[in-house]
């Protein structure tokens, strides 16, 4: 059974960073690309960032590039998104997802159930 | 820049009738278009992914067709649980996921 568990969130000031983590299990992590979705509170689904299987080759939406950063560790099985700059406009639900293959263009066909960043003062 | 539009926003329905939601490009491009039903408080799930194919263990009632900057998805008798919020998302070049639309109990 495919599981993803996001870890990370919480309350950050404006101009902050904070890390996310994602630990995924229940299929081989390195044949699947993965990315990140955030849902501001009562908004739409935005795509936020996707890394290929091996790690060597990501994209950022460009309302976060330069201010994020998508990495994965493939002995670890985890993914991560590390966030400085931070925004109050990036305050969301983080979502953790599995692409649908390796490399572009994919689907994702499982998401983590979520986690919540807040940016205020 | 890729815009994907749907409509209508929210639709009002009962159980057992059908249900079409549209989904519109800003430009023409690729069929690599997907739909996703989000619950309250859940995570997004896939239904569709092609425009057309549905994911596993997606009742048949859920269909997706469509071409060029427009798509479809149907449900064509609408189950209790199928009153949620449904996003169509382009995943070739720009990732962009729709506005949504609401499907609620008339």
């Known amino acids: 059974e495919v599981q993803l568990l996001e870890s990370g969130g919480g309350l950050v000031q404006p101009g902050g960073s904070l890390g996310l983590s994602c630990a995924a299990s229940?299929?081989?992590?390195?044949?699947?690309?993965m990315g990140w979705v955030r849902q501001a509170p009562g908004k739409g689904l935005e795509w936020v960032s996707d890394?290929?299987?091996?790690?060597?080759?990501?994209d950022h939406a460009s309302s976060v590039r330069g201010r994020f950063t998508t990495s994965r560790d493939n002995s670890k099985n985890t993914l991560y998104l590390q966030m400085s700059s931070l925004r109050a406009e990036d305050t969301a639900v983080y979502y953790c997802?599995?692409?649908?293959?390796?490399?572009?263009?994919?689907?994702?066909?499982?998401w983590g159930q979520g986690i919540l960043v807040t940016v205020s003062s | 820049e890729f815009m994907l539009t749907q409509s209508p926003g929210t639709l009002s329905l009962s159980p057992g009738e059908r249900a079409t939601l549209s989904c519109r490009a800003s430009?023409?491009?690729?069929?690599?278009l997907a739909w996703y039903q989000q619950k309250p408080g859940q995570a997004p799930r896939l239904l569709i992914y092609?425009?057309?194919s549905r994911a596993t263990g997606i009742p048949d009632r859920f269909s997706g067709s469509g071409s060029g900057t427009d798509f479809t998805l149907t449900i064509s008798r609408l189950e209790p649980e199928d009153f949620a919020l449904y996003y169509c998302q382009h995943y070739g070049s720009s990732r962009t996921f729709g506005q949504g639309t609401k499907v609620e109990i008339k």
């Open positions: 997802a599995r692409a649908s293959t390796v490399y572009r263009p994919y689907y994702f066909d499982f």
């Open positions: 229940g299929f081989t992590f390195s044949s699947y690309g």
């Open positions: 430009q023409s491009g690729s069929n690599d």
């Open positions: 092609k425009t057309s």
């Open positions: 890394v290929t299987g091996s790690g060597a080759d990501t």
